[in-house]
């Protein structure tokens, strides 16, 4: 078959063993892509409403992306699905490396689990057979090891996807692991590999992936390159922040362009935000409480982008993908090495708890990839503790003695230790924010920084107000990876698809904070897009240059010979949004209870630092979102007749 996809997956029932094949009709693809598409319509299909997400009914799945293998470039994310263990909802979390194309060579556009297996096992496909084995030896091992013995094992070619301790031990904030630590790690759903009592899945295949029109895919993909490549000399790391501060001063902003990220991008990795976020206000600083004015340039100058990448002794690209932001960096202690520590981890673990040690985050990045534990929550879940102990809710006899301060950080690095083991007070913790705040009481609750049990990433809405729209609006809530005013500048889809609004060149800050039609436009178009990201395989990155310099629609038309137009693709990434809505309202899930706490709305608002007395007046901004998918304005429930215009097969 030449169209990209392979047009197959495979299903195992890990309760009787049985493993079969399924052919995936070409009508599927069409209607919904692969990745993230076709999982919302299969997981739809099969998962019954109400059912445990840690339980035999849970359906998880291994998917690939339509794109990956077909010479296209960035589109080599792999994605993790199922019912997640945090909202009771849709779960997807997706992650780089070289797992994506393992899945299709062996012959597969996904691999589906159900049931609960007697004891640890793992899936083998090798040389085309597909079989579990048992898992008795691997069962405790953290992700490196793991992924080491399963290599060892079967030799060769072979791509690994596998749970830690973490995820063993059913933690909600656990994830799933492929290149030696390089984590899936949103959705909790290592803790549903773990209920399946499934360690590993172990890949070695040599199936082709074909396109419908190589030579065309050539031809775009050498186009994209050209601005991949473009790579002027740029500022040093401290400046970076200094740039971070001019944004904050101004009472204009640009536009931003792409191209600006990708420069920065390549030179340090995610690295690249770390002093400028916190100085802009959107990095943010002591469980929301605090401002760059609390951890500023002096207390972050450790994890500036220099200092982070003196310690890279590799740098390394995912499959396919021209521009390479990973890294390996040398650690000092019990593991020689960790790979680069990315924004999102430096911020959980450094200013979100006012940890101005950089080594020990480098340390606990290890620890935590080796774990399987999801760093962003598990920085959230730590500065929520660390309030709460500073408030007297927590005391030394909750803490097992530890002395959970601001910035402490030898009490940071063992309450992280204790919440993988599950042990004492790290038990109470080991499930994220919200579960915690359930348990302690005492008015903790407003402390738990989360959007439906999802501890939130490392961009604050009150610098961006699209951020927390989208925290708040999307069926995975809490997520950075999908949408914010930002990500709308950068994607430039008026560019491509007609009828989109082109945002003013510069404008007044105080606009961000309108709740107008316009920016529910841009908000539903960023959903819309991501979707068919994630059903392509495609690197969010890369989809930063802009939808001229990257064509993903373009790429999607020659892999799989299809005529689509980019607004029939858009359509596409609409339905998937509707299907995964739906898939939460079947479970029992409120969207409105997505909504992020009060003080990331600014409820209170600050009184200094970047943020200084912005509020953000959500509700208005998630009805328009959800009028313009045509759901529901006060509920966010999908209308019939907007299931059958988008014609959702049940
Ligand atoms: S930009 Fe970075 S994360 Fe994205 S595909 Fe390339 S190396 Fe991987």
Redesign the pocket.
């Known amino acids: 078959m030449s169209r990209g996809y392979m047009g197959k997956i495979l299903n195992i029932d890990l309760g009787t063993g049985e493993i079969s094949e399924e052919v995936m009709p070409d009508e599927i693809y069409e209607t919904y892509l692969s990745g993230m598409g076709l999982s919302a319509y299969l997981l739809n299909k099969r998962i019954p409403a109400g059912a445990d997400p840690l339980g035999p009914e849970n359906v998880l799945g291994f998917v690939s992306g339509l794109l990956t293998g077909t010479g296209s470039f960035?589109t080599?994310r792999w994605m993790v699905v199922g019912k997640s263990p945090i909202t009771s909802g849709w779960g997807d979390a997706n992650c780089?490396g070289n797992l994506s194309p393992a899945i299709k060579r062996c012959g597969y556009d996904g691999i589906f689990f159900r049931g609960i297996s007697e004891k640890p096992v793992y899936l083998s496909i090798k040389n085309g057979t597909a079989e579990l084995r048992d898992a008795g030896h691997l069962w405790g091992k953290d992700t490196v090891e793991t992924e080491e013995m399963l290599i060892k094992e079967a030799g060769g070619n072979t791509r690994v996807a596998c749970i830690g301790p973490a995820g063993e031990n059913l933690s909600r904030i656990s994830g799933v692991s492929n290149d030696k630590g390089r984590l899936a790690a949103r959705s909790g759903l290592g803790a549903v590999m773990g209920s399946k009592r499934l360690k590993a899945v172990v890949l070695s295949g040599a199936k082709r992936i074909k396109a419908k029109n190589p030579d065309i895919m050539k031809k775009l993909s050498r186009a994209c390159n050209k601005w991949v490549q473009f790579q002027p000399p740029f500022v040093s790391g401290p400046a970076t922040a200094k740039v971070g501060a001019l944004l904050r001063i101004l009472p204009t902003q640009m536009a931003q362009d792409g191209m600006l990220f990708k420069i920065i991008?390549k030179k340090w990795g995610t690295a690249c935000m770390n002093q400028m976020s916190i100085e802009m206000g959107d990095a943010p600083i002591k469980n929301w409480m605090g401002s760059n004015k609390d951890f500023g340039p002096k207390k972050s100058l450790t994890t500036n982008p220099d200092a982070i990448i003196e310690r890279e002794r590799i740098k390394y690209?995912?499959y396919s993908?021209p521009?390479?932001?990973?890294g390996i960096c040398s650690l000092n202690g019990e593991y020689p090495e960790t790979h680069k520590p990315e924004y999102e981890t430096v911020l959980a673990l450094g200013g979100l708890c006012m940890n101005e040690d950089a080594e020990s985050i480098f340390e606990l990045n290890e620890v935590l990839n080796r774990a399987g534990m999801d760093s962003i929550s598990a920085g959230s879940t730590v500065a929520f503790a660390i309030e709460c102990f500073e408030r007297g809710i927590l005391t030394k006899e909750d803490t097992d003695g530890l002395e959970l301060t601001w910035g402490n950080t030898e009490a940071i690095r063992e309450l992280i230790r204790k919440m993988i083991q599950r042990e004492g007070i790290g038990d109470l913790l080991a499930d994220g924010s919200k579960y915690a705040a359930e348990r302690i009481g005492n008015g903790s609750y407003e402390f738990a920084m989360h959007a439906g049990g999802q501890d939130l990433p490392m961009h604050d809405g009150r610098n961006d107000p699209g951020f927390v729209l989208h925290y708040s609006v999307e069926p995975t809530p809490g997520r950075h990876t999908i949408g914010a005013q930002l990500y709308y500048e950068m994607f430039q889809l008026w560019k491509t698809v007609k009828g989109l609004p082109k945002p003013s060149i510069l404008y007044h800050k105080n606009r961000k904070y309108e709740a107008d039609e316009e920016k529910a436009i841009w908000a539903a178009a960023c959903s819309k897009y991501v979707n068919v990201i994630n059903g392509a395989g495609l690197?969010l990155?890369?989809a930063f240059l802009g939808s001229k310099r990257l064509p993903l629609f373009d790429w999607l038309n020659a892999a799989t010979g299809w005529d689509k137009t980019p607004e029939e693709y858009m359509e596409i990434g609409g339905r998937i949004q509707t299907l995964r809505q739906a898939f939460n309202i079947k479970h029992g899930v409120t969207p409105k209870s997505f909504v992020v706490p009060d003080r990331a709305l600014g409820k209170e608002p600050l009184t200094e630092g970047a943020n200084k007395g912005r509020t953000i007046d959500i509700e208005p901004m998630m009805r328009n979102y959800w009028r313009l998918f045509g759901w529901d304005e006060i509920s966010g429930k999908p209308m019939e007749e907007d299931v059958e215009r988008l014609k959702i097969k049940g």
Not at 323 to 326: K, S, W
Request: hydrophobic share 30%; with cysteine.
């Open positions: 960035f080599g780089g991008l690209h995912c993908c521009l390479g932001c990973g690197c990155f890369g």
